[in-house]
T-cell receptor, first 113, second 110 residues
Framework: EPEVTQTPSHQVTQMGQEVILRCVPISNHLYFYWYRQILGQKVEFLVSFYNNEISEKSEIFDDQFSVERPDGSNFTLKIRSTKLEDSAMYFC???????????FGSGTRLTVV | GESVGLHLPTLSVQEGDNSIINCAYSNSASDYFIWYKQESGKGPQFIIDIRSNMDKRQGQRVTVLLNKTVKHLSLQIAATQPGDSAVYFCAENPGNQFYFGTGTSLTVIP
């Protein structure tokens, strides 16, 4: 069964450093998403991406965040200057259709120290 | 933001019993709903979905019920198995993105 692959599975970074979280969506999917989940809290929407541009973003997705699809297979989330409160699980998801359920990756656990 | 809440944060059931997990949503414009299962250390996994033009949908051992009048969604798991132990989220989509609930932790007692 097709999977969404995320790397690394765990990243530890110092506050103020830049991190890039990587995702390989399912190959025939057109819609891409990043969500995050702070420990013990609900999954929160960050951004959706379609046709090589951001289609929607939440209040969490401020100027410190950016997304990119540098080639035909990768989808990345960059945090320019990490803060302690950025510590969370970050999930990438992709979907063939905007209005149907997505497939999620297993997540990257980001720990900012 | 949207409010998708769950009535019970934890649920324990005996193996073989049926489980019912409930969810309240707030946006009457939501027309698509999904139940996700999240096992420890993994991403949310799609279980079953339902559109607002239906009030019931069945899958393998799972049934989702939608009551639009009271904005309530439930997930029924038949003959619950140890492998069903996980956190279950409902998510609603009013047309632009999915809003997730906090989750209910289901523990199956062997």
């Amino acid at each position: 069964e097709p999977e969404v692959t995320q790397t690394p599975s765990h990243q530890v970074t110092q506050m103020g450093q830049e991190v890039i979280l990587r995702c390989v969506p399912i190959s025939n999917h057109l819609y891409f998403y990043w969500y995050r989940q702070i420990l013990g809290q609900k999954v929160e929407f960050l951004v959706s991406f379609y046709n090589n541009e951001i289609s929607e973003k939440s209040e969490i997705f401020d100027d410190q965040f950016s997304v990119e699809r540098p080639d035909g297979s990768n989808f990345t989330l960059k945090i320019r200057s990490t803060k302690l409160e950025d510590s969370a699980m970050y999930f990438c998801a992709s979907g063939a259709d905007r209005d149907y359920g997505y497939t999620f990756g297993s997540g990257t656990r980001l720990t900012v120290v | 933001g949207e409010s998708v809440g769950l009535h019970l944060p934890t649920l324990s059931v005996q193996e073989g019993d049926n489980s019912i997990i409930n969810c309240a949503y707030s946006n009457s414009a939501s027309d698509y709903f999904i139940w996700y299962k999240q096992e420890s250390g993994k991403g949310p996994q799609f279980i079953i979905d339902i559109r607002s033009n239906m009030d019931k949908r069945q899958g393998q051992r799972v049934t989702v019920l939608l009551n639009k009048t009271v904005k309530h969604l439930s997930l029924q798991i038949a003959a619950t198995q140890p492998g069903d132990s996980a956190v279950y989220f409902c998510a609603e989509n009013p047309g632009n993105q999915f809003y997730f609930g906090t989750g209910t932790s289901l523990t199956v007692i062997p």
